[in-house]
């Protein structure tokens, strides 16, 4: 299966000018419009307003388009699933008594934990991260400059 495929921009390897420029232009393809990046209706009206911040924001970077949609959902609905988990476990604690008398943590911790990862996930596919929006950016390669003294060398039939 081997490694995912990097776009060109942040291509690395020994590439010829003739097959970054054919890369390029197939990405060109691969870009997709945003006019149906819109909240779901089945969202929460929290995470609906998180997806439209979310949204909003990665606008301005150009980030985001329909094909995120899906992820950009899962990652809102999370998000409003860890608000009401800390929200629950602010009002009632950490710890739930059993009917038997048994200390258990309570379910919202799991809940919490498990809104937490996925949001992390998600968060981490769209590029919501300044971490992962570094990725995204090519590094400059520095022009080699010629070492000043290489005249001194000759060609070597200096005999």
């Known amino acids: 299966m081997g490694r995912p495929r990097k776009v060109i921009a942040m291509s690395t390897g020994n590439i010829s000018k003739a ?3 054919a890369r390029a232009e ?19 009206d929290k995470a609906a307003l998180e997806f439209e911040r979310v949204c909003r924001n990665a606008a301005e970077l150009g980030m985001l388009d ?12 999370n998000y409003n699933r860890y ?10 604690g950490h710890v739930i008594t059993t009917d038997k008398g048994y200390a ?18 998600c968060s981490a596919k ?16 520095e022009e080699k400059t010629v070492n000043k003294f290489i005249k001194f060398l000759g ?3 200096n005999g």
């Open 26 to 44: 197939g990405e060109k393809v691969l870009k997709v419009s945003r006019d149906e990046l819109r909240a779901p209706d089945w969202l929460p």
């Open 83 to 92: 608000i009401e988990a800390s929200t629950q476990l602010s009002l009632h």
């Open 126 to 141: 769209l590029g919501l991260a300044v971490t992962d929006r570094l990725k995204l950016i090519t590094p400059v390669k």
């Open 19 to 21: 097959q970054k420029a």
């Open 155 to 157: 060609d070597g039939s």
């Open 104 to 121: 258990m943590p309570s379910p919202w911790v799991s809940i919490l934990n498990q809104s937490a990862k996925n949001i992390f996930s």
């Open 66 to 77: 329909n094909l995120d949609l899906s992820v950009l959902a899962v990652y809102a609905d």
